[in-house]
């Protein structure tokens, strides 16, 4: 395929070609479209994503030194809905196209013919350009005149259809997960950036936030550190002439509160649960760098997305599986001709930041050869194909890389990183059901001295003390259970199944183990009283108070969350200091004793449940009044036996 000519040549290629470029006055430099940048996959890449090793041929796309891809033309260069290669074979792996279905069959059909008649003046032109040109020239070439028609209007093609996966994933719910990448792997992907300013934005999910953060992403990638508030702190590091920056995006905002306000009072009580996750102490950091956002109700998206814009450079969506990295990438891309820069019929000057991105583009992969983990970029649409958005841990199989703004910059959504997760303790067809996909009406349960709580039968909860009572809003999309303590040792281990829900793996009973004791140490005595210091009631002072109430967030990583509190009174505390306080504390039982973290309580019980029907909508009489009726009846009895 002489068109992907280019773009096949290895490094040493890349060096020779660059350095034999030699001034044209007659044809200025063109716009050098994304999809002749980046290089095919290599090895390295094969490594850490397939079970095969890859080669590149010339004029084809990757093939399995096993036997496995085969080139095909008309097919896209990868799945624009999982990011992984094209092929024909290995009907089971992401990446595979079957020809039999009517939609790839009119793509291939429909893309073949204007292929060929691509072969335009201004491709030609390019070609030469390019084969004829040295180093320093391409580097300090200018642009006079940018042709926007050329990139913004494609030739009209159908868009690129998904894989035979992701259409399965789509409209039955069934797939198998990708192999998920390493820390190394995601560390050569961000090193072989085509850009010189790149951003990561590390996706957390709020249903078990903090526990999806990645805390030693800055140490092992050398990126640019939390700012300090010293004015005079160093703001940007370089490595490998690039720079990385980082943000924290608090993704599925809505599953914390139903209003985007309540959600807004607890940034504070998140800005606080991340400085505990970073192990960052005291306010010395800024942390100014955090969002909170929900791609499902709109929150915060397009300050996100404005923020997407205005860096430019490499933008890459960074997290562990199912935190929503992909419906946060749909709603935070710049699509269109975002602040009127792009898909405009003006034309572009070569002082414009994109002409610059792009000449610090080319000078990267003149240089180093970077860019051989990274997928081709497709060419830029003001409305491409956006990844799809699924349950299944992995869905994303391979960096999917969109264009925008002309050369702008590039919204990158990476694989999700591995993490521990129930998943591998629980039967198949409940898999499904441990992802909350909106926002839980917690009830609250009442566990008394003597009682546990058991969440299906793969948790269970004890609390510590018998003199207290234990209140529980579980925020799950599974079924709880309270029952004695020693009923729910029995539902654990399998023995006694009755009248629970159980989800748990045969077998798994016998690797119930401690998870550890978590204390209930936060205060959220205001938060918890109702009336008594509302300021529109009683308007009493928490202090004043003969009892404190002390919460606790239990967390189950990729599952949601258990808001537990207990009133304690003061009498218990006489005579102790504050900081040798014995705290009401749990004992939690879990497989091998994992998958459980604890944070600062963020009170979302008090933010809303159920909501009761208006007198007016509903359809039966309330129960009668009956206070004093047995007085009434004993008076009436008495004055009966007197014959009064």
């Given at each position: ?59 084809g796309l990757a093939v399995p030194t096993g036997g496995g891809l085969r080139p ?239 860096r430019g450079g490499g933008g890459w969506m960074l997290g562990k599986v199912n ?106 067809e409940a898999k499904a059901s441990l992802v909350m996909t909106s926002r839980i ?204």
């Open positions: 395929m002489k068109r992907h000519s280019f773009a096949l040549c290895s490094s040493s290629t890349w060096k020779h070609k660059l350095s034999s470029f030699t001034p044209s006055s007659a044809i200025s430099l063109l716009y050098i479209r994304r999809s002749f940048y980046p290089l095919p996959p290599t090895t390295l890449h094969a490594k850490y994503y397939t079970n095969q090793a890859l080669h590149v041929p010339d004029g095909l033309s008309g097919l896209p260069w990868t799945c624009p809905g999982c990011g992984a290669y094209s092929h024909t074979n290995c009907a089971n792996e992401a990446g595979y196209y079957s020809l039999a279905r009517n939609q790839v069959a009119t793509y291939v059909s429909g893309k073949q013919a204007p292929i060929e008649r691509q072969r335009d003046s201004e491709q030609e032109a390019l070609s030469d350009i390019l084969e004829n040109a040295s180093q320093k020239v391409l580097r300090d070439a200018q642009v006079s005149r940018l042709s926007v028609d050329a990139a913004t209007n494609p030739p009209n093609t159908p868009p690129a259809p998904l894989c035979d996966r992701c259409h399965t994933l789509i409209h039955n719910h069934q797939g198998q997960s990708a192999k998920q990448p390493t820390l190394q792997t995601v560390g050569d992907l961000l090193m072989g950036s085509p850009f010189k300013q790149n951003h990561i934005y590390q996706v957390l999910d709020a249903a078990d936030f903090p526990l999806s953060l990645i805390p030693q992403l800055q140490p092992l990638f050398g990126l640019t550190p939390q700012r300090s508030r010293n004015r005079r702190s160093r703001g940007m590091i370089y490595r490998q002439d690039r720079k990385f920056d980082t943000s924290f995006v608090i993704a599925r905002s809505d599953l914390l509160a139903p209003r985007k306000e309540q959600v807004d009072a607890m940034m504070p009580v998140l800005v606080e649960i991340l400085r505990d996750a970073l192990n960052i102490e005291g306010d010395r950091f800024r942390l100014g760098n955090v969002y909170c956002v929900s791609s499902k109700r709109g929150w915060w998206t397009k300050r996100l997305k404005d923020d997407v814009w205005s935190v929503g990295k992909s419906s946060l990438f749909d709603a935070a891309f710049p699509k269109g001709s975002h602040q009127g820069s792009a898909g405009t019929s003006s034309l572009v000057s070569s002082n414009t930041p994109a002409r610059q991105i792009q000449r610090e583009h080319l000078d990267i992969l003149a240089s180093t050869g970077a860019g051989n983990l990274l997928p081709p970029a497709p060419r830029f649409e003001p409305f491409p194909v956006m990844p799809i958005v699924s349950t299944l841990p992995g869905t994303t199989a391979s960096p999917v890389r969109l264009p925008f703004g002309n050369g702008k910059g590039e919204l990158i959504d990476l694989p999700g990183v591995a993490r521990e997760s129930l998943d591998e303790t629980i039967s198949e009406k917690a009830r609250q349960y009442t566990i008394k001295p003597g009682q546990s709580l058991v969440v299906s039968n793969i948790v269970r909860i004890t609390p510590e003390f018998e003199d207290l009572v234990l209140l529980a809003c579980p925020f799950l999309p599974l079924s709880c259970h309270v029952t004695s303590t020693e009923k729910a040792k029995a539902i654990l281990a399998q023995e006694n199944s009755t009248a629970v829900d159980g989800i748990a793996k045969p077998g798994v009973g016998s690797l119930i183990a401690s998870a550890g004791v978590y204390q209930l140490k936060w205060d959220v005595t205001k938060n918890r009283t109702g009336p008594l210091t509302a300021p529109d009631a009683a308007r009493l002072r928490p202090q004043t108070l003969p009892f404190i109430v002390y919460s606790l967030d239990l967390l189950l990583q990729g599952v949601g969350w258990i808001e537990l509190a207990v009133q304690v009174r003061k009498r218990h505390f006489e005579g102790e200091i504050a900081e040798n306080r014995s705290f009401p504390s749990i004992e939690v039982f879990s497989p091998s004793g994992k998958f459980i973290g604890s944070r600062r309580p963020l009170n979302a019980w008090a933010c809303g449940g159920s909501k009761r029907k208006p007198v007016s909508k509903r359809t039966s009489r309330p129960r009668q009044s009956k206070k004093g009726e047995k007085k009434r009846l004993k008076a009436e009895r008495r004055l009966f036996d007197t014959g009064g």
